[in-house]
């Protein structure tokens, strides 16, 4: 009787011990999750984005024309915006240039952008920080605008083949991926992305509506491509000078104005 008294409480004992670790475990989880949301959000915006710590002529010129090119997209004007970001490109050999492949789908050049985006990829998967997820989502959508399906799917690197920890990615993304390769139907994915009314402060909801409506953009299916885009793009979440206010608006704009 002793011996099971004793078991009994050793086992509590652990039980107890694991629930705290693996609460523990979680915590530091979502505080990764969130410090990776931030840098795939900070990815975005214009000001100071691109650090030139060489004096290289070429690179001052990279930064200028990236960032003025940025500056234009986010006052409305597109054309002159992938202007100055098509000269950033011709003086670019290392650092990445996403917001040019976001701004060339969303005008439907979607081979320019699946190479843009598949040369940032590259870029910042080269660092070995992070898995670029959200781009990898951008070509993917790009490649089925052209009719590459399985290159599409094979794009998301879904099996972790270039081996970057995916614990430094947000959970949610990592979803989101999965969603794309079709191993997660809708229902469930529109349950992971919550109900618009909930408390939206990790931005799942934002995210999460405004990528689902780039999947079914990219599979040309119009009206549901119109339902999940219209939450983000209606959203006071960013500030005006924030490309992530910008890019759901343009895209909406660009697949369904009044004119079109």
């Given at each position: 009787l002793c011996l099971i008294i004793v078991f009994v409480r050793s086992f509590y004992h652990i039980q107890h011990n694991f629930r705290f670790l693996s609460k523990t475990l979680y915590n530091f989880q979502f505080q990764k999750n969130q410090f990776a949301r931030r840098n795939n959000e900070d990815m975005y915006r214009a000001d100071d984005d691109f650090e030139c710590v060489d004096t290289n002529s070429a690179l001052n010129s990279f930064r200028e024309y990236a960032k003025r090119g940025i500056e234009r997209f986010q006052k409305g004007d597109h054309d002159g915006a992938i202007a100055d970001l098509d000269k950033a490109?011709?003086?670019?050999?290392?650092?990445?240039?996403?917001?040019?492949?976001?701004?060339?789908?969303?005008?439907?050049?979607?081979?320019?952008?699946?190479?843009?985006?598949?040369?940032?990829?590259?870029?910042?998967?080269?660092?070995?920080?992070?898995?670029?997820?959200?781009?990898?989502?951008?070509?993917?959508?790009?490649?089925?605008?052209?009719?590459?399906?399985?290159?599409?799917?094979?794009?998301?690197?879904?099996?972790?083949?270039?081996?970057?920890?995916?614990?430094?990615?947000?959970?949610?993304?990592?979803?989101?991926?999965?969603?794309?390769?079709?191993?997660?139907?809708?229902?469930?994915?529109?349950?992971?992305?919550?109900?618009?009314?909930?408390?939206?402060?990790?931005?799942?909801?934002?995210?999460?509506?405004?990528?689902?409506?780039?999947?079914?953009?990219?599979?040309?299916e119009p009206m549901l491509a119109q339902a999940f885009l219209s939450i983000p793009s209606e959203s006071s979440r960013y500030p005006e000078r924030d490309m992530w206010y910008q890019v759901p608006r343009f895209l909406y704009s660009q697949r369904f104005s009044e004119s079109s």
């Open positions: 490109a011709m003086y670019n050999n290392s650092q990445p240039l996403q917001q040019r492949g976001i701004i060339l789908y969303c005008l439907g050049r979607y081979d320019c952008a699946e190479r843009q985006l598949n040369d940032d990829i590259r870029k910042l998967e080269s660092m070995k920080f992070s898995k670029a997820v959200d781009l990898r989502l951008w070509r993917s959508a790009a490649l089925n605008k052209l009719g590459k399906f399985e290159e599409a799917k094979l794009a998301l690197d879904v099996e972790n083949r270039i081996g970057i920890p995916l614990v430094y990615q947000s959970l949610f993304m990592n979803t989101t991926l999965l969603f794309y390769h079709g191993d997660i139907p809708v229902d469930e994915m529109i349950d992971i992305v919550g109900d618009p009314r909930d408390n939206d402060l990790p931005g799942v909801h934002f995210f999460g509506n405004f990528f689902m409506g780039l999947y079914y953009d990219s599979i040309g």
